[in-house]
């Protein structure tokens, strides 16, 4: 991102009138950069995943109708993450009065000693460059968020100072005000007190604001977007009725709806401080999806992806630790390495009422379930009774505290790894991880068809198929 405007930018009000710059509205230049966006086929929400066929366009019809938009949807289906991506719609640089404090155009101040100042100065306004990153204002609602917060109030010092307090100048603006030609968005909006969600109608409909009746009319302009929960899930509070009816769309978000979204949005958001094989990543992501779908887990409270994204790091983590306690130089994430999930995670996840002790029970089945889906996609067709039946009288040891090498070391002669090595890019590599993760992967199907035996050693960190 640029640091600094160009210098070949008009810096006076009389300048930039020459330039012929022509003033836009908010929602009509983020209209404009999305029409274009779609015209040229550029892509215009870089790192949002799942929601190009349903969300996406529900959204996109909302900014070209010019709409104050809600998004509602469980947590951790990343409605924060789409509420910050309109600010790339906006233009990158903005021309605003020097000095204003409110972000004032130069071609239409709003605030009393702006006005004036204009008034006096003629084409001499200075003219600075506002970034479209400093157009975007979030805000997280919490009870105790005051009308002071949003709209402002009068301030104290400035009384003090000497001036009326009749005059505009002792108003301290807030939050909403400060944003005037950019973009506000409110988290959680139904934790706001519903006294400070009136506050907010003005500012949706007649687009000013009035502070301790103050005579005082601000023609702002903005987009006010917000984020909820379903009503079935926060009883904490609700959007009243009036300001509902002042947004203009309602948009519901979703969990990713097929699993390759899921994998995608894992492999985007985790930072991985060891290598975890796609396959591995594809476990935890079925993992997720199958708690989405449990009746043990409480659907009301939601799956997060980022459960899906904690997992993951999680499995890096363990792959880490290992490869550093058998003394391995490269840590890569093996099935071993799932066994730190349930324990790890099992405070993200709400059960329903009647499942007490019996948490880590559910999701360790479930996990055994992702394990055997993936591996059954992965797989299908790959003949693997010959691996099984060599297995079964030469044992292969494996676990936490069996190194990558041993485990390949130990691996029959069976012509289905070989196939099993390409389905998992375990091909090519002198490095043992690979294939060790890869061997591991099938040896756990077979024990989950039942198939192969599996027995826990007396360390508790090994185990033998055979």
Known sequence: MPVTPSPDLPRTLGALRASGH???????EIRDNLLAALREG???WPGIVGFESTVLPQLERALI?????????????????????????????????????????????????????AAELGDDLPVTWRHRSERYTEKLATPDTAVADLIGDIDPVKVAEGRSLGDPETIHFGLVPRAHRGVVAINELPDLAERIQVSLLNVMEER??????????????????????????TNR???????????GAEVRTHYPLEVNDEIELVVQEAELSAEVPRHLIEVVARFTRHLRESSAVDQGSGVSARF?????????????????????????????????????????????????????????????RAVADTARFALRGVDLTELADEV?????????????????????????????AKRLGAEGTEDPGPMASAAELALEYLFLTRKLAKEETDDGDTVEYG
């Not at 022509?22 to 009509?28: F, L, P, Q, R, S």
């Not at 601000?218 to 899930?233: H, K, Q």
């Not at 058998?326 to 066994?339: C, K, M, S, T």
């Open 65 to 117: 109708a010019g709409h104050d938009l809600v998004l509602l949807g469980e947590r951790g289906q990343g409605k924060t993450r789409l509420l910050r991506s309109i600010v790339g719609l906006l233009d990158e640089w903005t021309p605003v009065i020097e000095g204003s404090e409110l972000g004032e155009h130069p071609y239409q101040p709003i605030a009393p000693a702006t006005i004036a100042r």
């Open 392 to 420: 079964a009288t030469h044992p292969v040891r494996t676990g936490e505290r069996v190194p990558a090498a041993e485990v390949v070391a130990k691996l029959p002669a069976a012509g289905a790894l070989t196939e099993v």
């Open 237 to 247: 509070g609700r959007i009243i009725t009036p300001l509902k009816d002042r947004f």
């Open 22 to 28: 022509v003033i836009k509205g908010v929602k009509t």
């Open 42 to 44: 550029r892509d215009p």
């Open 208 to 233: 000013d604001i009035q502070v301790r009746g103050y005579t005082l009319r601000l023609p702002l302009d903005i987009l006010l977007v917000a984020s909820a929960n379903p009503e079935d899930y």
């Open 308 to 368: 899906a994204v904690a997992a993951a790091e999680t499995v890096a983590a363990a792959a880490l630790r290992r490869a550093a306690i058998v003394g391995e130089a490269r840590a890569y994430a093996r099935p071993v390495d799932l066994d730190a999930v349930p324990s790890v995670l099992r405070g993200k996840i709400e059960f329903e009422s009647g499942e007490e002790g019996r948490e880590e029970e559910i999701l360790e089945h479930l996990l055994r």
